[in-house]
């Protein structure tokens, strides 16, 4: 069961619904509140008195010439005026203290709770979605609550405050303007809901656009590499095409509603004249009552028109509260149960009993998984790609919960313990270092933020950086730059490790800590996690099964279950799965120069090879080159001619077929040890299919070339490989 977050929805689709809104986000500035309203009621005052002395002017100071009066109501309107317009400045000031601070706790509340929310919320909300949420709408939300509310209730108040004026001098003028002003009012009506969805409709193109902007800014490298720097600024274009449609049309239809009332409002104003003079005529309405209430109605007037723009402004926001009130009110899937336990220090097993687990429901990626790992022991999660290794981890550092089955811990269900003391005891390395752009010093404080110089210092030394930080001018204090982009990749994982072990963890999580980094960076960081793996359980996913060798117990997941348990070499006895890996994995050695060779006994092991002698494979094998391709890109295309074939060395490829229709579906997936463009190469036919990097990965590669060299020293071969084919196809 999940436990639903506190914070309850409240409808902003009406006005009523965006002020109770904004209502809650008061509450702990009631006082300040108090005092904006008696500044808006003071100008209201004004607002409402200041005509009644025309009417005194008009009915006694000009008959009766009686200047005393004339000097007293104009000192009194003087008074008024100042009086009111240090209350306008006192509101204002009052008014931006307020709603800053309001917006900062909106903020610090939405952050808050982003931080709260469960993985599998950022899979249904993407990061540009959620940076728009706290720029482009928070400014649209501080436009209509800081600055267009109070204004708002001031226009409102004085709308109501003249009319009932209006009434006290003369009830049938009010009347008739109390039937009329709320006619200025429908082109609101009329063209609001116009107005909303084409407001939603901008949202989401100025979201899109900010997508599309961060992954240019992300894939920079990737972007200038490949030259596809046209197809960014064409994708760019389109979002900006979009936004700039949608934005005409809200801006036409927006500015449609103050104008139409503006003019509305006059027509009556006109209309009320009129008839006002009609009862100055017939009616025994006074000349000076008759000007002050031409005064009032210039004030209902100015107030209903503002009143109508205002209203606009706020409505605007109304979408965007939706937005961010939806971020404030997710439902936190996992969370901490009310009677939560703290987990005691790891000593026995972690269990998975029955786990089964999918990111959604109509894909299960874990199916019925039972399997233990034993406190400090080493575990290797090994298999192909997508068979759920870095799920599992997942599932142990409860990111998501299991659909059903239980993941416990030394006997306690980690739903029953706080998440605090569950990841208080692990330390996490992944594939990526995630740095932040600060010292080292402070990079390796993220794991324990209270940590002493020393601990930071020994947890260094423990993943082997010590040394080379202390060579530096600036020490612990060397900035890394964004994303650690002033360090190799080896020295960010260290670094990374370093992060990981100052919380001196009884659990150490490794998903593919070395997977971006070359053979010899490669083997000295897994030095470096043996050393750690003495005195805590370290469980690490890999790809590379000689990283591995010699853990306590190596899992081989398939298809989200577990295919084999064992070690190394009880493994390579069953001559299952692992074995097959293993053999696709050896073979292929990387000497002290780090240059990489295939040997002649694993090119003997594919098929097209099978019936070359280990001398000819011997010249072929130097033929092979190594070649890099950052995640995304193409190393063939579907339907061009290939001219080389591969073996993936480190990595993982996607196999894709593209329809006629240009869709693209994934067939297959290529890991490290796979072998592929066999075909193309020996018929030297269009590649059936686009072959793509997954992540960043290196192959070595046979030109046609040389292959043909081979064909022609072994006329047979031919034979053979056109029945390989055959086989194939
Ligand atoms: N956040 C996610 N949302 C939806 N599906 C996901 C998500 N993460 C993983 N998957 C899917 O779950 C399956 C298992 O993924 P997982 O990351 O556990 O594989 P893996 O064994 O770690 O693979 P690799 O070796 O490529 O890292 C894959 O089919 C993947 O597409
Ligand atoms: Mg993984």
């Not at 490298?221 to 274009?237: C, D, V, Y």
Request: net charge neutral; glycine share 8%.
């Amino acid at each position: 069961m999940h436990s639903k977050n506190v914070v309850k929805p409240i409808d902003t689709s009406g006005l009523v619904g965006l002020v109770a809104w904004f209502g809650v986000l008061l509450k702990p500035y009631v006082p300040s509140c108090l005092l904006i309203g008696l500044c808006i009621l003071l100008q209201v005052g004004l607002y409402v008195t200041y005509p009644l002395g025309f009417r005194t002017i008009f009915d006694t100071v000009i008959p009766f010439k009686n200047l005393d009066l004339l000097v007293k109501i104009m000192v009194g309107l003087l008074v008024l005026f100042v009086v009111c317009g240090l209350a306008a400045v006192a509101q204002a000031r009052l008014a931006s203290d307020v709603g800053s601070k309001v917006m900062r706790d909106l903020r610090a509340r939405m952050f808050e709770q982003l931080n709260r929310l469960s993985s599998s919320y950022f899979m249904k909300v993407d990061s540009s979605d959620l940076l728009s949420r706290f720029s482009l709408e928070f400014a649209s939300i501080e436009a209509a609550y800081v600055r267009a509310l109070p204004a708002l209730i001031e226009c409102v108040l004085v709308v109501f405050g003249c009319l009932l004026t209006i009434a006290i001098v003369d009830w049938r003028i009010a009347i008739v303007t109390a039937i009329l002003v709320p006619l200025s009012f429908i082109s609101g009506k009329v063209l609001g809901p116009r107005v909303d969805g084409l407001i939603y409709q901008k949202i989401g193109f100025e979201s899109g656009m900010l997508g599309v902007l961060q992954e240019s800014l992300h894939s920079r490298p990737i972007i200038r590499a490949l030259g596809t720097e046209k197809e960014s600024i064409r994708k760019f274009a389109i979002s900006n095409n979009n936004l700039m449609t949608a934005s005409t049309g809200f801006g036409f239809y927006a500015s449609l509603i103050p104008l139409s009332s503006l003019y509305g409002v006059n027509v009556i104003l006109v209309t009320i004249v009129g008839a006002g003079a009609a009862l100055v005529i017939n009616g025994g309405l006074s000349i000076g009552s008759f000007f002050g209430c031409i005064g009032l109605l210039g004030s209902v007037a100015a107030g209903a028109s503002s009143a109508s723009s205002l209203y606009a402004v706020v409505m605007a926001a109304s979408q965007k509260v939706r937005r961010v009130n939806d971020l404030i009110t997710a439902e936190i899937e996992v969370n901490d149960r009310p009677d939560a336990i703290a987990l005691p220090v790891f000593t026995s097993e972690i269990h998975f009993e029955n786990v089964n687990f999918g990111y959604t429901q109509e894909f299960p990626i874990l199916k019925d998984l039972t399997c233990s790992i034993k406190a400090g022991t080493s575990v290797a999660l090994v298999g192909g790609s997508g068979s759920g290794k870095s799920t599992m981890v997942n599932l142990i550092m409860r990111f998501f919960d299991p659909s059903s089955g239980t993941l416990t811990i030394d006997g306690t269900d980690i739903r029953d313990a706080t998440q605090e003391s569950l990841r208080g005891q692990m330390g996490v390395v992944m594939q990526d270092a995630y740095l932040i752009n600060a010292s080292i010093a402070e990079n390796i404080l993220v794991g324990k933020l209270d940590a002493t110089q020393e601990e930071v210092e020994e947890a260094a030394r423990k993943a082997e950086i010590h040394d080379f930080i202390c060579a530096l001018p600036y020490g612990y204090s060397t900035l890394v730059g964004e994303n650690g982009g002033f360090l190799s990749g080896g020295q960010r994982q260290r670094i990374a490790i370093a992060r990981a072990l100052i919380r001196n963890p009884s659990m150490l999580l490794l998903d593919e800590p070395t997977s971006a980094l070359d053979p010899s960076t490669e083997a000295s960081i897994n030095h470096s996690i043996e050393q750690l793996a003495r005195d805590r359980t370290v469980i690490m996913v890999t790809h590379r099964l000689n990283s591995v060798q010699r853990f306590d117990k190596i899992f081989v997941l398939d298809q989200g279950q577990i295919a084999e348990e064992g070690n190394h070499y009880e493994l390579l006895e069953k001559r299952g799965l692992y074995s097959q890996m293993w053999d696709k994995q050896t073979g292929v050695s990387t000497a002290a120069d780090g240059s990489v060779r295939v040997t002649p006994e694993r090119l003997k092991s594919i098929p097209i090879f099978s019936k070359v002698n280990l001398d000819q494979l011997a010249s072929i094998a130097s033929n092979f080159i190594l070649e890099d391709f950052e995640a995304g890109a193409v190393l063939m295309k579907q339907g061009d001619l290939s001219e080389k074939f591969y073996i993936i060395f480190r990595g993982s490829l996607d196999v894709l077929k593209v329809d006629s229709e240009g869709h693209e579906s994934r067939i297959a997936i290529l890991d490290e040890g796979d072998h592929f463009g066999e075909i193309a190469v020996i018929k030297h036919v269009p590649r059936s299919a686009t072959v793509r990097a997954r992540k960043k990965s290196t192959c070595l590669s046979l030109n046609r070339t040389h292959f043909m060299t081979l064909v022609r020293n072994n006329p047979e071969l031919l034979e053979e490989l056109d029945e390989y084919i055959k086989l194939r196809q």
